[in-house]
């Protein structure tokens, strides 16, 4: 969902879920046993709560547990009502139909229709709107084209007929059910969004709310916040938890500390090697399947040396993929078979995605000082000075930056200078969608279980989340097969997704680095949550303290 989404995303990226200090009395006397209350945390700062603009892990979890789609992502990780009554598809894949509950209403009391669905549809697509996630439309009829400017946003296939919703695609799109659960395409009240104007989104009180909590207390920049119930939520009378507090917090010591101390109900430990190793073995912690990468991107639109495929190919076969995830993250993470994480999907001959499609990535230190050498020559600018950017709210993140500059120095010599660059989330996240990087530590979580959700990224340079703007004509290729002709042939897609993966290691456009394993000390007590490795990774919409 994007990234942490771009995190973590990648976030990725990931909900690295941590907790907070607050301040005397937030908490009440024993936090850990008030049945009406839920305490929760963030690694890092809300983004938006403009659903067509948001593209972290953070911010969508946030509007994941605040806003309802047509449908929800339950325990079993299948796709049931929500706002919908119910859903149809017809025999060729190409129309959706849907019905929606009678009654809906707004957190205002507002009546919530049809039409806001159409309405917020239409917005991601406007290129007024500028959403990273309009590319997700494509295969929805005219959606590219006016993404591209080229048609009208009324020109749609997204359709109102009373309390009936119809989507008609232009080709089968078997992901395209996930996308009626996905944060970005919930609905949206039109005379909302234009009273509000550019402050839209912006704080707790310039968004209204369809799902099961409202969201209080947040002011765009603070840390402490909290979700209350939805009184008008259309099943508000199975919602048992009355306030879950929020606090960001930066520091995933902190965050373990204030678990330990009954204050918060759950606590990632995959922070940091030490971490992890201290905490792996305690009886509250708990492993969740997590469908997240981390990956370098390279800038192939503004930086001389990393337009060169032979130092792009030397630089991912200096990178000793298993030695990193064990000397930076403690074993926390799994070294990277491919771009696509572990734990996304299953391939339909039953292995998991990753390792159906791995195109082989090595590490061979000889290999690539040779290839470094000739890209060096071909380039003749002298000396490679390369700027390595990554978040500063992560210890692993920093700890990735110091093995890679690290590594790559040294197998280089003097002909590389890798300065690290440790900005804030929000920066690093900026920065990337801005082309203002040389190499970019990227993290990505899966929005939902179908490779579509990786590979979808690079098809274009002008939008998605390519923000290296490579183009691999091949790989295009390839997903677009996956995605036409081969879409209703599971066996065939997945042999286009491996394709895919070939054709990004024989360019050298991305270095997979990472797959993502879930870690937390969890409050055995509180029941009913929902965790996902793609999309809303924690949904705590039928979560209750018992």
């Not at 440790?422 to 929005?447: C, H, T, Y």
């Not at 997903?479 to 394709?499: C, F, G, I």
């Not at 937390?520 to 949550?529: A, D």
């Amino acid at each position: 969902m994007k990234q942490w989404q771009k995190w973590t995303a990648a976030a990725v990226v990931v909900l690295a879920v941590a907790g907070g200090s607050r301040a005397a009395g937030w908490w009440g006397t024993s936090p850990a046993d008030d049945k009406s209350t839920l305490n929760y945390g963030l690694a890092t700062d809300i983004q938006t709560l403009d659903m067509s603009k948001a593209t972290d892990q953070y911010s969508d979890t946030i509007l994941g547990n605040t806003e309802a789609n047509l449908l929800r992502t339950n325990a079993k990780g299948d796709v049931v009502p929500d706002l919908a009554k119910s859903y149809s598809v017809s025999s060729d894949g190409l129309t959706y139909t849907v019905k929606l509950r009678s009654g809906l209403k707004w957190s205002d009391g507002s009546a919530l229709t049809a039409k806001d669905f159409v309405y917020s549809w239409q917005r991601i697509v406007d290129p007024k709107t500028a959403s990273q996630y309009s590319y997700l439309t494509s295969g929805v009829k005219n959606a590219d084209d006016i993404v591209a400017g080229k048609k009208p946003v009324s020109d749609l296939g997204v359709k109102a007929d009373g309390d009936t919703l119809t989507f008609t695609l232009e080709r089968p799109m078997p992901q395209f059910k996930y996308l009626l659960s996905f944060a970005q395409f919930t609905p949206q009240k039109e005379s909302f969004v234009k009273e509000k104007g550019s402050k839209y989104g912006t704080t707790a009180a310039t968004q209204i709310y369809s799902g099961a909590y409202k969201f209080e207390g947040w002011n765009g920049t603070n840390s402490k916040f909290k979700m209350v119930k939805n009184d008008n939520y259309w099943d508000a009378k199975n919602v048992k938890t009355k306030t879950i507090n929020w606090q960001v917090i930066k520091n995933p010591e902190t965050a373990i500390k204030l678990y330990k101390q009954g204050k918060l109900d759950r606590a990632a430990i995959t922070n940091s090697p030490e971490m992890y190793s201290a905490n792996k073995n305690n009886k509250d912690a708990v492993t969740t399947a997590v469908a997240s990468s981390t990956y370098l991107e390279y800038n192939q639109a503004k930086n001389p040396y990393l337009q060169n495929e032979k130092i792009r190919q030397a630089l991912n076969l200096a990178t000793n993929r298993k030695d990193l995830a064990s000397q930076a993250t403690g074993g926390s993470r799994d070294a990277a078979k491919s771009l696509v994480s572990n734990n996304l999907v299953k391939a339909s001959n039953g292995q998991d995605l990753s390792t159906y499609v791995a195109p082989g990535y090595t590490y061979d230190k000889d290999k690539a000082k040779q290839l470094f050498a000739e890209g060096i020559k071909e380039v003749n600018k002298g000396k490679m000075n390369v700027t390595l950017e990554t978040d500063a709210d992560s210890p692993i993140a920093k700890n990735t930056a110091d093995y890679l500059k690290q590594a790559y120095e040294s197998t280089f010599g003097d002909q590389i200078s890798v300065t690290e660059k440790i900005v804030p989330f929000k920066q690093r996240i900026q920065d990337g969608a801005n082309g203002d990087f040389d190499i970019l530590v990227m993290n990505w979580n899966g929005d939902y279980p179908d490779g579509s959700t990786f590979y979808d990224m690079f098809k274009a340079t002008d939008t998605g989340m390519n923000d290296g703007q490579f183009k691999n004509q091949t790989y295009i290729d390839a997903v677009t097969k996956a995605e036409s002709t081969d879409a209703n042939n599971p066996s065939a897609r997945d042999a286009d997704w491996k394709a895919a993966e070939k054709a990004l290691m024989d360019s050298a456009n991305i270095n997979p680095l990472y797959s993502w394993k879930g870690g937390f000390l969890q409050r055995s007590n509180v029941k009913g949550v929902v965790t996902n490795p793609a999309g809303l990774p924690l949904d705590l919409t039928r979560a209750y303290r018992k």
